[in-house]
């Protein structure tokens, strides 16, 4: 497999909802967005706490494999889990555990077209039951980990925070790969850190005469290699 990570940044790309091959390699090849992160996984209330979206029977990650045929880019697969409505330490683990083994065989799935797998696979915890303190979170994002990893899959687990959580709950020191929002994104600063930070996810972004170059030199000049920038709808029609 061939694991698609980014060309060694500051590098900004577009965080959407991608729901046909063509709406991601017009992303990249005529908007020039240089990766995409793509939301792949809904979560839900009750084991395996998420499920892979899928648009006229083909799932996300199928959806930007495709794309590999006739684009170049980088890739990150997110997916939004949802917590046990339990407290206890063991079953956020198992949580995360569970819907990263949903993620992984999901992606697995995909890569039998071409071979390609994201560079990472991202647990956005905004489901209906969401981590609290910082045993909750360490433990639900330590299963994610152990649910992509298993059987030596060669995926990537991370995960995705505000920056308030990430220095809360002392999440630079998971050793963990982590994605960090940012809001507003104009004449700001983020005051996150960490050796295991990758990047910074920019929202909500400005499109200006079709371009958000505006808002991506600001994101690229944070420093961090993967970033991305979300707008308040799709994104599609706007240029990097």
């Known amino acids: 497999m061939a694991r698609i990570g980014g060309g060694g940044g500051p590098e900004t790309g577009l965080y959407g909802t991608f729901t046909t091959t063509t709406a991601v390699t017009y992303a990249v090849n005529t908007n020039n967005w240089p990766g995409v992160a793509a939301v792949a996984g809904e979560g839900q209330a009750t084991a395996p706490y998420t499920y892979a979206l899928t648009y006229n029977g083909v799932t996300v990650d199928q959806i930007v494999e495709n794309a590999y045929a006739s684009a170049n880019f ?12 339990s407290s206890t330490l063991s079953d956020w683990y198992t949580a995360g555990q569970d819907a990263g083994s949903v993620a992984r065989s ?12 994201p560079a990472y696979v991202v647990l956005d915890p905004e489901g209906a039951y969401r981590p609290s303190n910082i045993g909750e979170f ?22 995705y925070v505000d920056q308030s ?76």
Do not use: K
Request: charged share 5%.
């Open 165 to 240: 959580q990430w220095t809360s709950y002392d999440l630079n020191s998971l050793g963990i790969a982590g994605f960090v929002a940012v809001s507003p994104i104009v004449g700001n600063t983020p005051y996150a850190t960490g050796s295991n930070l990758v990047g910074y996810m920019g929202y909500y972004g400005t499109c200006s005469n079709g371009s958000a170059a505006t808002d991506v030199n600001t994101i690229d000049g944070w420093g961090a290699n993967m970033n991305t920038l979300q707008f308040s709808d799709s994104g599609d029609d706007c240029s990097a």
């Open 106 to 117: 999901t992606i697995l799935d995909a890569a039998q077209t071409y071979g390609y797998v």
């Open 138 to 159: 360490s433990n639900f994002f330590r299963g994610w980990a152990a649910g992509i990893t298993a059987n030596a899959s060669g995926l990537t687990p991370a995960f």
């Open 74 to 85: 980088w890739w990150m697969s997110m997916w939004t889990v949802s917590g046990p409505a």
